[in-house]
């Protein structure tokens, strides 16, 4: 009686051992899978992602630690499951967000370089503008020059001909003043010379009564 008093007493303490290491087995997997969903919430980039999903994950694990040793692989394996999809989740949503912020960055940056090339535009649009403004006045200037120079060629020519013409006029006043001094002359010279044969005595006649022997 006292052997299989014995060996009983082994069934039982070798059921409870597995009981034990099973329980301890259990705690182990629900304590990892636990830390790795409070990790996920605790992280101060993606906590804030996949609420959803962390909830349900943590909904998996409590059933885990109360499912019996027959529901315990599949609750297992869908807690697991559940953490896995909360953490990818939660990751997903935060590159969403990143890459959104992303892409609202290089909007604004197109925006900024659009805005910068469009003042560039106005800026060369207005030094375009003022350049040919200078032009057309720099071409007023010189069109309002050459017409000056035009009018002082003319007038400078109508002087011209005008002291030609006078010079002719002058030329021909002195050429009949010449010729009225030399009539003058002339004149004069006659005169002289009349007077000058009637100022000298007559030449005595021979006497007739006188004969020449």
């Given at each position: 009686m006292?052997?299989p ?7 039982v303490?070798?059921l ?11 705690d182990i997997?629900?304590a990892r ?12 980039s993606l906590g ?7 909830a ?6 409590n ?7 027959r529901?315990r692989?599949h609750?297992l ?7 896995d ?10 590159a969403?967000v ?5 892409d609202?960055?290089?909007d604004?940056i ?10 560039l ?6 030094r ?5 403004q200078?032009?057309?006045e720099?071409?007023?200037r ?7 120079y ?9 002087e ?6 006078l ?10 003043a010449?010729?009225?001094a ?13 007077m000058?044969?009637?100022?000298q005595p ?12």
């Open positions: 006292k052997r008093t014995f060996t009983l007493a082994a069934i303490l070798a409870a051992a597995a009981g034990s290491a099973h329980a301890r087995k259990d997997d629900i899978l636990s830390g790795g969903l409070d990790q996920l919430a605790n992280d101060p804030r992602y996949a609420q959803a999903e962390q349900r994950a943590r909904d998996a694990i059933r885990l630690a109360q499912a019996g040793s529901e692989p609750a394996y869908l807690a697991e499951r559940r953490v999809l909360a953490k990818t989740a939660a990751q997903l949503q935060d969403q990143k890459l959104t912020q992303l609202r960055e290089r604004q197109m925006l900024d370089n659009s805005r910068r090339e469009t003042e535009a106005q800026r060369e649009l207005e375009q503008r003022l350049q040919y200078l032009a057309q720099e071409a007023a010189l069109q309002a020059q050459g017409q000056e035009s009018q002082a060629a003319e007038q400078a020519r109508a011209a001909e005008r002291a030609k013409k010079a002719a006029a002058q030329s021909k006043v002195a050429k009949a010449k010729q009225q030399e009539l003058a002359a002339q004149a004069a010279k006659a005169m002289r010379s009349q000058g044969e009637g100022d007559a030449e005595a006649a021979p006497d007739a009564s006188k004969k020449h022997p």
